[in-house]
Structure formats: C-alpha cells, structure tokens
C-alpha cells in the first residue's frame, strides 16, 4: 500500500536527550514537510523540502534538524536547544498541490 | 496578522443542521485552497479542494471569493459523523512550490 509512514507513533523523551523521529513515503513524492501542533492549535511548519539533498526552514525551525539523503526519508530531529518539545508531530508529502499526512508521533518529554 | 484566519469555534449544531465556515488569507497570491477534516489525535485527511467556481461534493459545497480572499465551507444536513475540526489550507510560495499553509481549524460538534 502506498502511503507515508511515521515511527513511532508514542515517543517519551527526557529532558537534555535528542531525538528523531522517522518520516517515509512510497508515494514518490518529491517534496516533505514536518509540522508540529499543540493542543488546540494549527499546524505550525519546522522544515520543508522540494527535493532530495536539499531543506528549507519553516516557520518554527529553532530546536529541529532534518536531512534529505533519500527521496523516501526525511528524519526529524528534535535537539535539547527546543526549549518546548512536547506536542504532536506530523509529516507531510506532496506531488503537486495535493498534501497527504502521516499518522503523526505523538512526543512528551518527561 | 496572520495568513491563514478561522473562528475556532466550536460550532454546535443539532443533527440536519446546515453549517457554514469561512476562512481568510492574507496573502493575494495564493494559489490553492483546501479544506481538511481532522478528527481528535488522528492526522488532518484532505476533504476537498476550493476552485474559483466553487464545488460540490455530496453534502458539503466549498467557494473562493479572491477579491475578499476568503474560502468557506458549507455542509447541509449535518451527520453526527461530521463532528470534527475542519482546517482550512492555503498554498503559498512561489511558483513551481507549494508550502501548505494552515489555519488553527474550527472545531464542530454535531448533536444529536
């Protein structure tokens, strides 16, 4: 079945640790998004990419790392510098306009 | 201001109800519209694209005005089902790109 798929769907995390949390799709999307939400609120953009080896800073970068080897894979990182991790993380592909959604990874730091 | 703007509700309506939620976006070059549905902990599902024309898909019908740059979405005959939180989505970037924008959602709860 093509689709996207995030790992894991629960991650607990302690303060001070990195952590990265998996994104792939099979869809041959060219271009990924990572966005997070909170309770209650949009979906906010951490980073994005158009095409493989290459990412852009989204709108709520600072704490977050991602890279782009493979055009299937795109990781998110979330570094001890990201002051309030806890929240829900989604990623995203998309060929054209259409934008399709992974089932999301649910972080709490502990 | 913000670019993409919704009221996040709720809305409760009794079931049959017809419901209408409007979405603005800042920026005039925006390209393409969605809707969403997100239901509670579970990803946002893709529920329809906005064209100028507007467009119908059963009970649900979506419209763009670009000269007041907002979307909206009306659903008649409103199912317990339907309750949800609807995103609206805005394309932006520019040309050739396309970054996803999304508004906080407007959260509906259908009564029986």
């Known amino acids: 079945d093509g689709g996207i798929t995030q790992s894991p769907k629960y991650l607990f995390r302690k303060e001070g640790q990195n952590v990265t949390l998996s994104c792939e799709q099979n869809?041959?999307?060219?271009?990924m998004y990572w966005y997070r939400q909170d309770p209650g609120q949009g979906l906010r953009l951490i980073y994005y990419?158009?095409?493989?080896?290459?990412?852009q800073k989204g709108d709520i970068a600072e704490g977050y790392s991602v890279s782009r080897e493979k055009k299937e894979s795109f990781p998110l990182t979330v570094t001890s510098a990201q002051k309030n991790p806890t929240a829900f993380y989604l990623c995203?592909?998309?060929?054209?306009?259409?934008?399709?959604f992974g089932q999301g990874t649910r972080l709490t730091v502990v | 201001r913000k670019e993409v703007e919704q009221d996040p509700g709720p809305f409760n309506v009794p079931e049959g109800a017809t419901v209408a939620f409007n979405c603005t976006y800042s920026?005039?070059?925006?390209?393409?519209f969605f809707w969403y549905r997100q239901d509670c902990r579970k990803e946002p599902k893709l529920l329809m694209s906005?064209?100028?024309s507007g467009n119908e898909d059963g009970r649900f019908t979506a419209q763009l005005n670009r000269a007041s740059q907002y979307i909206s979405l009306l659903i008649r005959d409103s199912k317990l089902s339907d309750s949800a939180t609807y995103l609206c989505v805005v394309k932006r970037g520019p040309e050739g790109s396309y970054i996803p924008t999304f508004g906080r959602g407007t959260s509906l709860i259908v009564h029986p």
């Open positions: 995203a592909s998309s060929h054209g306009t259409l934008a399709f």
């Open positions: 920026n005039s070059a925006s390209q393409s």
């Open positions: 990419s158009q095409i493989v080896n290459d990412f």
């Open positions: 869809l041959n999307h060219d271009a």
């Open positions: 906005v064209y100028s």
